[in-house]
């Protein structure tokens, strides 16, 4: 039972799950070629190893890897990682030098959490060369990878926290974005976590402009059909409360 916990996740042919300590990290990929999306908590990097090699390929595939941004439950292994393999790293700007943990502290926009998290983070992640080692990329970049991978950024949860979106098979990964509690109800990044939630919404709504049908997580089921008719639901039902 422990193992079957963190078998990869398929969402589809080109696009898995790895339920890692903090969260699921995903992997997208074609070619025989890993993008690693996120990487979770210390202790983290042996099940991705073990769910990579369950799918029958190495960590040694892995070209390139999407940082969504610095909270710890997204970066906080990221040094074993590079240890064992010198991918490509993308990051939004904004989320860089937090990510290097070369930012004295931050502040929580409603509460201490974030603050005490990247306290904790900083005490064992903090590397300078991060700075230069991750590329930046914005709103409508695209990932160098054998599978179009384009970038949107959808601020609010964090400043410069980014999605990905895959055209070619209409799923986008939101990350900490949006939630999906018990694989059932939508809504919007959490409150306790987040930075600036008339951002998360205005994000949310900015999702509404992508072909999608399937939406990924970082911490709950995926939604895998009619994902644009959820978020629209959900958006409206927002604006009629308010």
């Given at each position: 039972?422990?193992?079957n916990?963190?078998?990869?996740?398929?969402?589809?042919?080109?696009?898995?799950?790895?339920?890692?300590?903090?969260?699921?990290?995903t992997?997208?990929?074609?070619?025989?070629?890993?993008?690693?999306?996120?990487?979770?908590?210390?202790?983290?990097?042996?099940?991705?190893?073990?769910?990579?090699?369950?799918?029958?390929?190495?960590?040694?595939?892995?070209?390139?890897?999407?940082?969504?941004h610095?909270?710890?439950?997204?970066?906080?292994?990221?040094?074993?990682?590079?240890?064992?393999?010198?991918?490509?790293?993308?990051?939004?700007?904004?989320?860089?030098?937090?990510?290097?943990?070369?930012?004295?502290a931050?502040?929580?926009?409603?509460?201490?959490?974030?603050?005490l998290?990247?306290k904790k983070?900083?005490?064992?992640?903090t590397?300078?060369?991060?700075?230069?080692?991750?590329?930046?990329?914005?709103?409508?970049?695209?990932?160098?990878?054998?599978?179009?991978?384009?970038?949107?950024?959808?601020?609010?949860?964090?400043?410069?926290?980014?999605?990905?979106?895959?055209?070619?098979?209409?799923?986008?990964?939101?990350?900490?974005?949006?939630?999906?509690?018990?694989?059932?109800?939508?809504?919007?990044?959490?409150?306790?976590y987040?930075?600036?939630?008339?951002?998360?919404?205005?994000?949310?709504?900015?999702?509404?402009?992508?072909?999608?049908?399937?939406?990924?997580?970082?911490?709950?089921?995926?939604?895998?059909?009619?994902?644009?008719?959820?978020?629209?639901?959900?958006?409206?039902?927002?604006?009629?409360?308010?």
């Open positions: 039972m422990y193992m916990i963190f078998k990869p996740i398929k969402i589809n042919h080109h696009v898995y799950q790895i339920r890692v300590i903090g969260c699921r990290i992997l997208i990929i074609n070619d025989n070629c890993i993008c690693l999306v996120d990487i979770g908590y210390p202790g983290s990097y042996r099940f991705i190893k073990n769910g990579i090699k369950a799918l029958g390929l190495s960590i040694s595939d892995i070209n390139s890897i999407v940082l969504t610095y909270h710890p439950d997204h970066i906080g292994d990221i040094k074993s990682v590079l240890e064992d393999v010198t991918p490509q790293i993308f990051a939004h700007k904004d989320e860089i030098p937090f990510i290097a943990g070369l930012v004295p931050v502040k929580a926009s409603n509460n201490q959490a974030i603050q998290l990247y983070t900083k005490s064992y992640l590397m300078p060369d991060l700075m230069n080692r991750i590329s930046p990329v914005t709103e409508g970049d695209v990932i160098p990878f054998p599978y179009r991978i384009n970038t949107v950024h959808l601020p609010g949860h964090t400043k410069g926290r980014i999605g990905l979106f895959l055209p070619d098979n209409r799923t986008v990964i939101v990350g900490d974005s949006l939630t999906h509690k018990f694989g059932r109800q939508l809504g919007f990044a959490s409150s306790l987040s930075d600036d939630m008339k951002l998360v919404k205005q994000s949310a709504l900015k999702l509404l402009d992508l072909d999608i049908d399937k939406i990924v997580f970082s911490h709950y089921p995926p939604i895998t059909k009619n994902a644009k008719a959820k978020i629209k639901t959900l958006v409206t039902n927002d604006k009629e409360r308010t």
